[in-house]
């Protein structure tokens, strides 16, 4: 009944920026806290950035400075602005969202903590 996309990933270079987008759909209730996720080479899914509800944000060392993440409420987005690509940076980048959607007509509910989208490609070259 719901579906998390991302979008915005490509091939750059060392030191140019993307714009990832992660856009929920469906029948959505809310979206609580989301994260970006960063898939290495042994296939382990590593927190990048989180944002919750509120605003409050959280940053993986490696990426402090770099990279922000923000949402738009109202078109269920949240995005990662990332600049000063690294080479260390390239992997697939998961949003991870917790959000509570309709199961039906009559005001049935669910709340998935762990609903994941299915990736976008991130290649940095050097």
């Known amino acids: 009944q719901v579906q998390l996309v991302e979008s915005g990933g490509g091939l750059v270079q060392t030191g140019d920026s993307l714009r990832l987008s992660c856009t929920a759909s469906?029948?959505?209730?809310?979206?609580?806290?989301v994260g970006w996720y960063r898939q290495g080479p042994e296939n382990q899914r590593d927190l990048v950035a989180e944002?919750?509800?509120?605003?409050?944000?959280n940053y993986a060392d490696s990426v402090k400075g770099r990279f922000t993440i923000s949402r738009d409420n109202t078109d269920n987005t949240v995005y990662l602005q990332m600049n000063n690509l690294k080479p260390e940076d390239t992997g697939v980048y998961f949003c991870?969202?917790?959000?509570?959607?309709?199961?039906?007509?009559?005001?049935?509910?669910?709340?998935?903590?762990?609903?994941w989208g299915q990736g976008t490609q991130v290649t940095v070259s050097s």
């Open positions: 469906g029948r959505l209730l809310s979206i609580n806290a």
């Open positions: 944002i919750t509800t509120a605003g409050t944000t």
């Open positions: 991870k969202a917790d959000l509570t959607y309709e199961t039906s007509d009559w005001g049935d509910k669910m709340r998935d903590f762990n609903a």
